[in-house]
């Protein structure tokens, strides 16, 4: 852990020295009254992650294990995907042999994978990052930022449900995403403009009123996603403007890599450090970040000079098809792009690490699950969901240092995805007894209460 | 085994991303008819099914002890399956006790009747049947046959204005993610199907937010000199403030704004002007109108008073952005100046606007969404979605094969005769072609630039070969071209539309006759249930069809492949690449199939191969009547009800009536009371949530 005065010293979160004394200030202030919430990030990539791909090289891997392995991860070397994360392998542990195949479909599972409900169905059902959030909420309860292949998307809907044909928004637009969380900190006249702002939403809201007097009740409705946005943005700007210095500290520079000329892995790096940025502030507890991940969808195609190749795009389907793609074997290719999030998410921690909270850092109060929403591979079989889980949410949870991989499919002893997900729900106070749907085709296997390996 | 990862996706069309739960909607409906209903059917139940299907037994997973007796209740889904097993008297099973021809046939009456009940105009029970994928759970022979009432519109509404499609964006690209011009917050939802309802899309916290950034801007850009007329002087005067309104109302609403409106902003402006000086009040002015509800969702709410029947007729200006919407990404000025004089009163002035821009000589340029319908209801251009490795011989360009049926289509739209009869039949294809918009000019598609989704050299002469052409084939600019009629009809033998509905490695019948199912039958195909592993394996010794008849033998999975597969099968008839073959692992290919499920007898039946089969569709007036109902939707941009009865039918004799004229089915749709008017209140027994 770096001191505070280093940590101001080498940040790259866009710190002035005019404003370090506030912030220091409050985050005595945070320190001092109460632990603040703890916090969980979901990274979901798209496209598949192989458990061979991240097996640690020697370790021997049973092709169907009868029964739980259980071992230390430290002390092994990471293979070569997931390499940029060895440095943390005291505080990770590699989940696998959990099942999923509730959500089966054809590419990525997009909301059945964090849901565990039939992805064809869309969306269904809450998923668990909006799950998690509701015994976490923060000024914004959930933010979800992504990647896609066009810089130029908006806002997708692609992995996070807060319920039933209710999605949750991936912000894909780095500068978007940035001008929404961090307004306060993009020019020196923005708590006037939020002011007038205010004037002009009460306009609209009373605007969309007066229309709506005239509506039947589902076109009212229709209108009232809009009334309520208005109203929402309106008095998150009042609750922003107490937290101006905090945000202004830790909002990120919005340089290049945020606009829409950037290649997929610097609007990646700018999405990691909104989503530390926010997380800093105290905006939000629960962040999603995806990365061509969504139903049907098989990643993101990157650009060959991102993974050490020519430039040109590097298909994504085309990796999933074991494709030959400039010269380089798709193996290569996944071991390449899995590296490269790999190593953005390890900045991303080496950033929470370097921030002191109560007695540790921010790090030790963060939970990061890493998967991906097509589970094992470019067409899923779901028989095994590898996950790869960086931290302990504060000592609830028993992930730090362990290799687990429960039974294969069918035995006993085998749990799914969904068990994992029902334990971190358990570890943030949410006792319910099933996340999901239950797998009917292994109804002779426990499918309730959480997984007891893990939860602390 | 490796399994092949043929996925069976029946769900064609995503679950409403947008359809709300709106609980409130949900006004139960307890009548006496409620109770007869119950009563008639529960006795029923009793004598013939509560055998099997008690609390106790559950045959199947289905208990009718748990039923909600409402079907318009939480069971609906299940009544319909109910209605269906026991129509195709799969229900009760042949070895139990057997109801009287009159007990089922009073019994389907009962179910039909509370069914249609649901398919009232004014009907809010059932949300789920505002989204694409249900329109065909409305009764088709209550819409064709039976004696129509008048028109019942749907309600006043309002539609979130769409992100414009880009018709040379369309043309050899993606089309699927490029449709909706990604820089706007009017993003439409991917993957296939009709896209544009008005019920499927709404405003919400993140697209807001993006609203105000980018209206922040664009007022900076757009309103230049507004915004300087304001600022520049110090304190604007009130002229000034009411001519900065109006002007940023033309240019935004295109109309004037009312003395009311003028009042609220300029009282804004004065508020923010004093607190906040002349740059912010200004700009947070002009925003204001760039923001309001009327800016982001185009109106159709009817004006003046009621008819007779309750309806009110949309207001001039609000047909004239309707008819410009339906037809292209813009308003269309001089249907804004008609509206304006009050020359769009009657239905021969709107048809008279319609001719118009039928005549016009690009109609790409001047009416891209009747080309868009076609790629929206065929789903031609996931061919491109669609991953797939090169074929050992020859070559597969998606892209160049989306753009050949763009072609084919615009010319047979163009040619406007017999249109779905053709697009069904015809053996003429256009091949490795590019028309010049300028001069209308057929050119061979070398342009790298027109194919960069195919990531190949265009010009690569085997691409005719996928036809059935010889390599050494030279491109002529007559086309289109006839190709062996045993080899070739319409769409659905088409290379583009073959692919779209494939799979990665292996066809993929039943999609196909999930297609046809839907989309030329009318008829309705249920989700893949829960828990089903719909996988085919891949068997390098087997063909597909032995795969998939063995993968899906079981009763189960009969009771909803029977209504696909023998569609799908045909088209066995050519490989994953939409080459024709007569073979297929060295043995003959069997390309034998049947038309199953339909009352229509000139329809029913095997088929011996999919041209055949085409043909034989391509003949039936359900198949034109099913199509028609596709185009309403579209145009619509809703589901129908029984209520539209009057309308489909109308529009269907137009369309017989013009020698299939496409335009002549299009106008009388655009010129009906479906289109133009709005029911204000629907009849007591079928209130409006």
């Known amino acids: 852990m770096v001191s505070r005065r280093e940590f101001f010293r080498g940040t790259t979160l866009g710190v002035g020295g005019l404003f370090l004394a506030p912030f220091l200030r409050q985050l005595d202030a945070a320190t001092a009254v109460a632990a603040r919430p703890p916090r969980i990030v979901f990274f979901v990539q798209g496209n598949g992650m192989d458990p061979q791909q991240i097996q640690p090289p020697g370790m021997t891997r049973p092709a169907e294990p009868d029964v739980l392995e259980d071992r230390p991860l430290a002390g092994h070397k990471f293979a070569r995907s997931v390499a940029p994360l060895e440095p943390f392998a005291q505080r990770i542990s590699f989940i696998h042999g959990l099942s999923g195949r509730i959500a089966l479909g054809n590419h990525g599972m997009g909301m059945g994978a964090l849901g565990c409900f039939p992805s064809q169905k869309n969306v269904f059902m809450e998923t668990i990052d909006s799950a998690v959030s509701r015994q976490l909420p923060g000024l914004f309860r959930h933010v979800g930022l992504g990647v896609e292949t066009s810089p130029a998307t908006s806002v997708i809907y692609n992995v996070s449900a807060s319920g039933k044909s209710a999605p949750l928004p991936t912000q894909c637009n780095p500068l978007q995403a940035h001008e929404t969380l961090f307004a306060l900190a993009a020019d020196a006249g923005a708590e006037k403009k939020i002011e007038a702002d205010a004037k002009l939403l009460d306009y609209l809201a009373d605007d969309v009123r007066r229309l709506q007097v005239r509506l039947n009740a589902f076109e009212k409705a229709k209108l009232d996603h809009y009334l309520h946005a208005l109203e929402s943005i309106n008095s998150r700007d009042s609750a922003l403007l107490k937290l101006s210095d905090r945000i202004k500290l830790a909002a990120p520079h919005a340089d290049e890599r945020f606009g829409g000329q950037a290649y997929a892995f610097e609007r990646m790096e700018a999405q990691f450090e909104i989503a530390a940025g926010a997380l800093i502030a105290g905006l939000s507890n629960v962040i999603t970040i995806s990365s061509g991940a969504g139903r049907d969808q098989t990643g993101v195609d990157f650009d060959g000079t991102e993974v050490g190749l020519s430039d040109g795009p590097i298909p994504a389907h085309e990796v999933g098809h074991n494709q030959v793609v400039q010269g380089t074997p798709a193996d290569e290719l996944h071991i390449r792009i899995r590296a490269r999030h790999c190593e953005q998410l390890a900045a991303f921690i080496r950033k929470l690490d370097s921030i002191p909270e109560g007695q540790g850092t921010m790090m030790d109060h963060t939970l990061i699950i890493f998967l991906s929403d097509a589970a094992e591979s470019h067409h899923p079989k779901g028989r095994e969901w590898p996950l790869i889980v960086i931290g302990d949410l504060g000592g609830r949870l028993r992930t730090r240092n362990r290799y687990l991989r429960f039974p294969r499919y069918g035995k006993p002893g085998h749990r799914t995805l969904a068990s994992f997900f029902l334990t971190l729900l358990h570890a943030v106070g949410d006792r319910r007894d099933q996340f999901g749907l239950p797998d009917p085709a292994i109804m002779d296997l426990p499918q309730l209460g959480p997984l007891e390996e893990i939860l602390a | 085994m490796r399994l092949a990862c043929l996925i069976v996706v029946l769900n064609l069309w995503p679950t409403s991303d947008f359809l709300k739960a709106h609980e409130t909607d949900e006004v139960r409906h307890t009548t006496k008819s409620q109770s007869e209903f119950e009563q008639s059917v529960q006795s029923l139940f009793g004598e013939f099914c509560n055998t099997c299907h008690d609390d106790a037994a559950s045959e199947g997973g289905f208990s009718l002890g748990t039923l909600d007796l409402r079907v318009d209740g939480r069971d609906y889904e299940l009544w319909r399956m109910i209605d269906d097993r026991v129509r195709l008297a799969e229900m009760p099973p042949s070895d139990a006790q057997q109801p009287t021809s009159a007990q089922r046939e009073k019994f389907l009456h009962s179910i039909r009747s509370e069914l249609l009940r649901t398919q009232q105009p004014g009907h809010r029970l059932i949300k789920q049947q505002r989204h694409p994928r249900f329109g065909n759970y409305i009764d088709h022979d209550a819409l064709f046959n039976q004696q129509p009432g008048p028109v019942i519109p749907g309600p006043p509404r309002l539609w979130r204005y769409r992100a414009p499609s880009d018709g040379k964006r369309l043309r050899g690209h993606t089309d699927v993610h490029d449709v909706a011009l990604p820089s706007s917050p009017f993003v439409m939802r991917k993957g296939r199907g009709l896209k544009d309802y008005a019920d499927l899309y709404f405003i919400d916290e993140p697209v ?145 606007h319609l001719q118009r821009r039928f005549a016009a000589a690009n109609q790409q340029q001047t009416n891209p969404r009747i080309m868009q319908f076609f790629r929206e209801y065929f789903g031609y251009g996931w061919a491109t979605e669609v991953f797939k490795t090169q074929p050992k011989r020859g070559v597969h360009l998606p892209a160049m094969l989306v753009n050949d049926l763009d072609l084919l289509i615009e010319h047979l739209v163009g040619k406007d005769q017999q249109v779905l009869n053709r697009l069904l039949t015809t053996n003429e294809f256009f091949i490795d072609a590019r028309r010049v918009p300028e001069t209308g000019e057929l050119v061979q598609a070398t342009s790298k630039s027109d194919f960069q989704a195919d990531r190949l050299q265009p010009d690569n002469p085997e691409h005719a070969t996928i036809y059935g052409l010889p390599r050494d084939w030279i491109w002529v600019s007559q086309q289109p071209l006839p190709v062996p009629k045993h080899m070739r009809a319409g769409v659905l033998t088409h290379p583009a539309w073959l692919v779209a509905w494939s799979g990665n490695f292996d066809n993929h019948p039943v999609q196909r006759g999930s297609w046809i199912r839907t989309h030329l039958l009318g008829g309705t195909v249920p989700d893949v249930p829960i828990g089903v592993d719909a996988t085919v394996t891949e068997d390098q010794g087997q063909q597909f ?16 492949h029977k209504k696909m597969d023998s569609l799908g099968l045909p088209f066995e008839q050519y490989d994953h690449y939409g080459r024709f073959r007569l073979e297929e692992l060295e043995r003959p290919v069997d390309t034998s199939g049947g038309i199953s499920h339909v009352k229509d007898s000139t329809l029913a039946g095997p088929v011996e191969d999919p041209i055949a089969m085409m043909h034989r569709l391509a003949t039936s007036e359900r198949v034109e009547q099913v199509f028609v109902r596709y185009v309403f939707r579209y145009f619509m941009g809703r589901n129908e009800t029984l209520g539209d009865a009057k309308t489909l039918q109308e529009a269907h004799q137009a369309y017989r009536e013009s020698d299939g004229s496409f335009r002549a089915l299009v106008q009388s749709l655009l010129t009906s009371d479906s289109f133009l008017y709005r029911t204000v209140k629907y009849p007591v027994e079928y209130p409006d949530g």
């Open chain 2, 545 to 560: 069809r032995q795969r998939l008849v063995a993968a899906t033998a079981a009763d189960e999975c009969q009771r909803c």
């Open chain 2, 208 to 352: 807001t937010a993006q609203l105000l950034a980018k209206a922040q801007r664009s007022v900076r850009e757009q309103s230049r000199a507004v915004l300087e007329m304001l600022i520049g002087g110090g304190s604007p005067s009130a002229q000034q403030v009411n001519g900065a309104i109006r002007t940023t109302f033309q240019q935004i609403l295109f109309r004037d704004p009312t003395l009311e409106e003028t009042a609220r902003l300029a009282d804004l402006h004065r508020k923010l002007f004093r607190e906040h000086g002349a740059q912010l009040a200004a700009e947070r002015l002009l925003m204001a109108i760039y923001l309001q509800p009327e800016a982001l969702f185009r109106e159709e709410l009817g004006s003046g008073s009621p008819d007779n029947h309750g309806r009110l007729r949309l207001a001039g200006r609000e047909i004239a952005m309707a008819i410009s919407y339906a037809l292209a990404d813009s308003p269309d000025p001089l249907l804004l100046a008609a509206a304006e004089k009050g020359q769009l009163a009657s239905r021969a002035q709107i048809a008279a």
